[in-house]
């Protein structure tokens, strides 16, 4: 108890000298200063994280990809429709987002959260995840909320960090707030709207995971994907590991037009990268993938 209170003392004490020290266009790393360093290469690409002086992250360390098929686990209450056996095929990597780990007897060899209030709300789910061998990708913020509450060595998931882009601008860890190069070669521009082929220079997120899941599922080279639980509908409707007493608020129904959208320019980018994408959600608001029952996988 007084470590915990302790350690919160030193961090709120650095700042507030962090917020006389930098101007205000640094005012997103106030809860990092000075306990973490950033390794970036010449073009800025994020590469590695040190905590404390520790590895904690390290965006060059090799990724294994067992399959070239892979299924997305989102959280929509259309999830029920599959089949166990569907959710557990040998020749299918699984990669789940928020609270998709509440699913029994699935393996999940990547997995995704950028949403810090599910990380302060749903910390039972997330500390699930972190005990898995799988690849895990998160946000700066994110990561630091979940080293306020949980030791980095009684981890068992590898750590990828993500720096997401929101309005066509990224609060750079450990920079300045800047607005994203549009002419970057890594970044994949249709209808003014983004889909990163690099995600570690930074990730177009249009206010959902699994826009962010699908730029992570790119970058490892899948063929074949199949999303599961992408319903973009009913939002007042409970997720599917939720009850009506439980359930978290979303904000989706009001950015449903711009998420929709988002979902196009990724189906264009996966078209003309020969990259196959079915949605197994028939009901789905999202009408940029063939649709196909789940059955039929």
């Given at each position: 108890m007084f470590h915990s209170f302790s350690s919160q003392l030193l961090r709120n004490i650095y700042k507030f000298v962090?917020?006389?020290?930098?101007?205000?266009?640094?005012?997103?790393?106030?809860?990092?200063?000075?306990?973490?360093?950033?390794?970036?290469?010449?073009?800025?690409?994020?590469?590695?994280?040190?905590?404390?002086?520790?590895?904690?992250?390290?965006?060059?360390?090799?990724?294994?990809?067992?399959?070239?098929?892979?299924?997305?686990?989102a959280t929509g209450p259309s999830i029920h429709q599959i089949s166990s056996d569907t959710l557990q095929r040998q020749d299918i990597d699984y990669i789940g987002v928020n609270?998709?780990?509440?699913?029994?007897?699935?393996?999940?060899?990547?997995?995704?959260?950028?949403?810090?209030?599910?990380?302060?709300?749903?910390?039972?789910?997330?500390?699930?995840?972190?005990?898995?061998?799988?690849?895990?990708?998160t946000t700066p913020r994110c990561l630091d909320m979940i080293l306020r509450q949980i030791e980095f060595h009684d981890l068992k998931c590898k750590i990828k960090t993500i720096e997401t882009i929101t309005r066509d601008m990224v609060e750079v860890f450990l920079s300045k707030k800047t607005f994203v190069d549009k002419h970057n070669k890594n970044f994949y521009i249709q209808n003014n709207f983004g889909f990163s082929k690099d995600i570690f220079e930074g990730t177009f997120d249009y206010f959902t995971v699994a826009y962010v899941a699908l730029q992570v599922i790119n970058s490892l080279n899948y063929k074949e994907i199949y999303i599961a639980g992408l319903d973009m509908n009913n939002f007042n409707s409970p997720r599917f590991y939720e009850t009506?007493?439980?359930?978290?608020?979303?904000?989706?129904?009001?950015?449903?037009?711009?998420?929709?959208?988002?979902?196009?320019?990724?189906?264009?980018?996966?078209?003309?990268?020969?990259?196959?994408?079915?949605?197994?959600?028939?009901?789905?608001?999202?009408?940029?993938?063939?649709?196909?029952?789940?059955?039929?996988?």
């Open positions: 962090y917020k006389i020290l930098f101007p205000k266009e640094y005012k997103h790393n106030r809860r990092f200063w000075p306990l973490y360093r950033a390794q970036r290469n010449a073009q800025g690409r994020l590469e590695k994280i040190f905590f404390k002086k520790q590895l904690i992250s390290d965006n060059l360390g090799p990724v294994e990809t067992k399959n070239k098929k892979c299924m997305l686990i609270g998709a780990i509440s699913l029994q007897n699935i393996h999940f060899s990547h997995y995704i959260i950028i949403d810090h209030n599910f990380i302060e709300c749903r910390f039972d789910l997330v500390k699930k995840v972190l005990m898995t061998n799988c690849t895990f990708y009506l007493d439980d359930k978290q608020p979303t904000l989706l129904d009001l950015h449903a037009t711009t998420v929709l959208s988002a979902f196009d320019t990724a189906a264009l980018f996966f078209k003309e990268n020969g990259i196959e994408v079915f949605n197994l959600s028939k009901d789905s608001a999202v009408e940029s993938f063939q649709k196909i029952d789940p059955n039929t996988v």
